[in-house]
């Protein structure tokens, strides 16, 4: 999988590589889907969640940048795998949060039976990110707003980077890189991608 559908479609960092290599993706389907566990697409985790393609689990790390003693915050928990991944960089401290309650429990329960223990995982609206453990180096989000959420923005560190896919829920979107320099975004079109709709009431009380 890492070599045909990830590392030959340009992903090379090597901690990324590892990785992905050291994540078994069949302990985060569930049991119907076990056959595709490692085919490149994304496949339904049940409340109307998914969890990502390898690919696009292996890129949006990729472009977090992250080194040693970085933390970085998830927004998106679902079945546990992104966050795993995360987890398996060396020196990362990862937070991760999960709107819907029954993900979170299970994704809570599972990363701490497969050992990682060391993940901070809790259930919550992740529009309004981690304030208390704010701030990070670096966000990823892997479900689709309509618009930025500004609290995210906020709880990054300066030259802090938040990968997220921004667009209409049911649509395509497409994914940004921004790197925040001051007050300011540098943003980063890093093409179309596509999705579940990011859902919490925060989000759903804003407007595009």
């Known amino acids: 999988m890492v070599v045909q559908t990830i590392e030959q479609r340009g992903v090379k960092g090597e901690n990324v590589l590892r990785a992905m290599r050291a994540v078994q993706r069949h302990l985060f389907v569930p049991d119907e889907y076990i056959d595709q566990a490692y085919a490149d697409h994304p496949l339904p985790i049940g409340y109307g969640q998914t969890i990502s393609q390898p690919y696009i689990v292996a890129w949006m790390t990729e472009l977090l940048e992250l080194e040693s003693g970085a933390r970085v915050l998830e927004i998106g928990t679902g079945s546990g795998y992104q966050a795993a991944v995360l987890a398996e960089l060396p020196g990362v401290e990862v937070y991760t949060i999960e709107v819907v309650p029954e993900l979170a429990e299970q994704a809570g329960e599972r990363l701490a039976r497969l050992g990682y223990e060391e993940v901070q995982a809790r259930q919550g609206d992740g529009y309004y990110g981690w304030p208390e453990a704010a701030p990070f180096d670096a966000i990823i989000v892997t479900a689709a707003p309509d618009h930025m959420p500004q609290p ?52 759903e009380g804003k407007s595009p």
């Open 152 to 203: 995210l923005v906020e709880q990054l560190v300066d030259e802090g980077r938040l990968v997220i896919p921004i667009g209409p829920p049911g649509s395509y979107q497409t994914l940004w890189k921004f790197v925040k320099t001051g007050s300011e975004l540098q943003a980063y079109n890093m093409g179309g991608v596509a999705f579940v709709p990011f859902t919490g009431a925060g989000v």
